[in-house]
């Protein structure tokens, strides 16, 4: 097994003033040689939007972009002629493949939108793209991981689906409650991201925003150390 953590504090950081963003990977001014991407995953971005504020319309290309709101709304419409908006308890899934072009605006006067904007290699080049999303009751089923994220041939209706060969899912615990996680593939590896709270993870201590990368092997041991800890996992393909 081998790992890399990923403090939260060692973020890259951007303050625009109507939108502060700490990004794990190298993502616009923020460049680090060291932090392009893991695997197939090549951005997770921790943004907060201020009110009546937003991403003006721009384009995308072959991309898998994973948004998954931690509070307030965030307003999505493109140029497929979807115009949806998304709050805690939902994940949205855009497929950019060919190129698609959309904004993203936080429609509330009162209150900041916090979500992470997740990036993934896809395994298939120039899709058709599409849109979807899904609510997931993650607050009313704690102690164990939710599964959001599936690739697209074998996605069930409880999932959303993705040009990868990779898996999300969170889960909200109580203190001392432990999981096992298993990768799907064997070549896989998982990024564990702490949300709220802190845990263990194969023995490291990790709290609020920090990560660990961790490949070269076929589980993963993880415990809650404090009540209400919640954790987003990210198995992506080590070579896509």
């Given at each position: ?23 794990t ?10 932090r392009i ?8 971005n ?18 898998e ?11 999505h ?47 298939q ?11 997931f009751?993650f ?25 990868q ?6 889960g ?13 593939l ?8 702490v ?23 076929n ?5 809650s ?14 070579n896509?």
């Amino acid at each position: 097994m081998k790992t890399t953590l990923y403090v939260a504090s060692s973020r890259g950081h951007a303050n625009h003033g109507w939108l502060d963003s700490y990004h794990t990977f190298s993502f616009a001014n923020y460049f680090d040689p060291e932090r392009i991407q893991f695997g197939a995953l090549r951005v997770i971005n921790d943004d907060i939007v201020k009110e009546g504020k937003g991403f003006g319309l721009h384009p995308h290309k072959n991309m898998e972009i994973i948004s998954i709101p931690l509070y307030g709304d965030l307003e999505h419409k493109d140029d497929m002629g979807n115009s949806q908006t998304i709050k805690s308890g939902d994940v949205q899934v855009m497929s950019a493949g060919s190129g698609v072009q959309h904004s993203e605006y936080n429609p509330n006067p009162q209150k900041p939108v916090n979500f992470f904007q997740i990036w993934i290699l896809p395994a298939q080049q120039n899709v058709t793209p599409r849109y979807e999303q899904k609510t997931f009751n993650f607050f009313d089923h704690k102690n164990k991981l939710i599964s959001i994220v599936s690739p697209v041939s074998e996605c069930t209706e409880n999932e959303l689906g993705i040009y990868q060969n990779a898996w999300m899912s969170t889960g909200i615990f109580d203190n001392t409650q432990s999981i096992d996680y298993k990768m799907h593939l064997s070549n896989n590896g998982l990024y564990a991201m702490v949300i709220e709270g802190e845990f263990l993870i194969e023995g490291k201590k990790l709290t609020r925003r920090d990560g660990l990368a961790i490949w070269e092997t076929n589980s993963v041991t993880i415990k809650s150390i404090t009540d209400n800890s919640r954790l987003l996992l990210i198995e992506v393909p080590m070579n896509p």
